[in-house]
């Protein structure tokens, strides 16, 4: 599956900082390709972050830095 998301950050009181929760609580529910080897408890959705520069803009719009592209596949 192909995804894209982009973090909304907020400022938090509970921590007296800008956080994105909602991007923290979607990036627990699959691991890091790069981390799938050492994971001491395995997800059944594995991931990766797709470089922006590596998807083709087919009509102009300016990207902004907090859009990312994930590839997510089930764990085999």
């Keep these: 599956m192909y995804l894209s998301i982009e973090k909304r ?3 938090t009181l509970e921590w007296l900082e800008a956080t994105c929760k909602a ?3 979607f990036r627990s529910l699959f691991e890091d390709e790069a ?17 922006l520069e ?3 803009q087919h009509f102009e719009y300016e990207r ?13």
């Design 9 to 11: 950050i907020n400022f």
């Design 23 to 25: 991007y923290d609580h």
């Design 35 to 51: 981390a799938m080897q050492h994971s001491p408890d395995p997800k059944a959705f594995v991931g990766r972050c797709i470089p």
């Design 54 to 56: 590596d998807i083709p």
């Design 64 to 76: 902004v830095k907090e859009l990312e592209i994930w590839e997510i596949w089930l764990r085999e």
